[in-house]
Each structure stands twice: as structure tokens, then as C-alpha cells.
């Protein structure tokens, strides 16, 4: 959801931490709750990047699937269990992971001397 | 060469809660976040809660278009300020903040901020609200819990409206607590009627005590 907002935020991320070197690839970690679409974002990137330093870049996208943990018996469960533990049976639980949405780590070219 | 950065990439947006929630709390306000479909009953609970709270409120407004809303509101004689995002589909913290400096928030115990109509997108956003209610409606259905776990997950109370239709509409109201209750075990569930004012009395004992 909102894939240009987002896609903005990390080119001004990602150019404030370059501090005007050139990015060579921008590293991401979504988690599969964080309602992002993968290709939305590549899409976006390559508009709202040009004439930055992050021109260019390669974008990754690490996944983190969804883990959710039961409150009764604490099993840990993703998404294709629709909520039902597998360990009690007890609906629902906790999100543990899957609602990240952060900048992990950038690569810049290295100031020539 | 590697630079780890580690940063939430919304993160602009929820510092700038940071700071509206740290105004709000300086200045005494408890500030709530009412979502919902659009239609279902916002802008009426609003107007329910503002007769029966017998305490100085403000209201941030939030549509894509029009005044409507800020104009039943003030009517209340309530200091209001409208949102119009001219298409922005959820209101945003930067929003907020630029409400907060138009609005008369002196004598004020509360702020209600009454977002743009949509299931979806405002559970994103942080604003700055000290707690974030959801409207959800009889007509809707009973299913919208399973629909829309994230909007149901994150907020710390879920208003029924509209339960004086519920002889007329095919809504089975076990299915749908068991439905909220799955994404948030401890979220209280109230029953009303805005336009009967059924129920009301018990979403009102509950907001004074969040104030104390």
C-alpha cells in the first residue's frame, strides 16, 4: 500500500546515509504483513530515483514471512494456518514477525582519492 | 562499500507522532483516532460522544473532499478544523500537525480526530493519537474482522454501530466478536445505536476513565 510513499522514503533514506556517493544497491527487509508489493516498488524506484544519487541502484528485497505465536500453548505459526494453531487449536495469537518494513543497509561507491 | 542503516522507512512519519503525541500530552489531551468504512457512523458516534461526554472536546476533521463533517460538528458549538487531503486516503502525522496549530486547544481534555473513511490505510499511520478506535457497522457484516485483521488488530476499541437494524440485516453477532477477538483478545467490543442512543452510555463510562 502506498508503494510511491514508500518507495520515496527510501531514496531519501538511503541518500541522506550515502552523504552525496553514489549508491550502488539499497538492501530491504519487508516482512510478507507489511502490505507492500514488490513490484510496485521496483516500479516507483526507477521514477523517483532518477536524477538522484540512488540513479542506478540495485534494489533487494529480503522477505520475512509472517510468524505468529499462539497465546495458549506459544507454537509459532505462519499464515497458511488462517489463524488456527496447529499445536491446540486455539484461534489467533500474536504477531511475532512479519510487519517489517525498514532499510537494512546501503552500498556506495567508495570516494576515489 | 556496505553502510548498515537499519531505519524504518516510514519512520519520518512516526516521529512526527512522536512530537504531535508529546504536544498532546503536555497539553493534558487525550487524543483518539476514530477509523472506519466510510458510512459507518463516525461522524454520528462523534456527535453522540460530544452530548454525553460533559467535557471541553476538539476535532480534527479528515475527508478527501468537503466540509460536511467539520460543519455537523460545529454545530456543537465545538472548536473544529476540516482535513481536506484532495486525495490522500488516510490522514498522516505532518496533517495532524498543521491541524494542531489552527486549532483552539485550550481548554480541550479531549481530541477527536476523525479519519478519512477506509479500512485499510489509516491503521498504517501513526498520528499522534493516545488511543485509536474503530467504528465498525451492522450492514457491513459480520465477516469485516476476518477481512481486515490488520485495521481490527491495531486499534484499543471496537464500536458496533447500527445494532438497531440488526432485526433486518443478516448479521450473526457471535461469528463477528469471534472474529475480533482472534486478531485482539483483549479489544472491548461496544454495542450501539447512535441513532437510538442505545449502547452509548457504556462507550462513554470507557473514554472518561482513559481521561483519568
Known sequence: MHELTITQNIVDIATIEAKDRRITA????VG??????????RFCFTAVSEGT??????????????????????????????????????IGGEVVQGRELYVESIEVEEDRE | MKIEVVKNILSANEQMAAE????????????????????AGKTSLLLRTIEAIGAPVAVIEGDIASTFDAEKVGETRVPVVQINTGGECHLDASMIRNALEKLDLKNATYLFIENVGNLVCPAEFQLGEQVRVLVASVPEGDDKPFKYPGMFGAVQAVVLNKIDVLPYIDFNLARFTEGVLAVN?????????CRTKEGVGEWIDWLKKLES
Not at chain 1, 510478507?32 to 516498488?41: F, G, T
Not at chain 1, 544519487?53 to 497458511?80: D, H, N, T, Y
Not at chain 2, 483478545?185 to 445505536?193: A, K, L
Request: with cysteine.
Open chain 1, 32 to 41: 510478507e504483513l507489511a502490505s507492500v508489493v514488490e513490484q510496485s516498488i
Open chain 1, 53 to 90: 544519487a540512488a540513479e542506478g541502484a540495485v534494489l533487494s528485497l529480503v522477505k520475512v514471512p509472517a510468524l505468529i505465536q499462539c497465546r495458549r500453548c506459544s507454537c509459532r505459526f505462519g499464515m497458511e494456518k488462517e489463524g488456527v494453531c496447529p499445536g491446540c487449536g486455539a
Open chain 2, 185 to 193: 483478545p483483549d479489544v472491548p467490543i461496544f454495542q450501539v445505536s
Open chain 2, 20 to 39: 504531535n503525541r508529546n504536544l498532546l500530552e503536555k497539553l493534558g489531551i487525550t487524543a483518539i483516532n476514530f477509523m472506519a468504512s466510510p458510512g
Open chain 1, 26 to 29: 539499497i538492501n530491504l527487509v
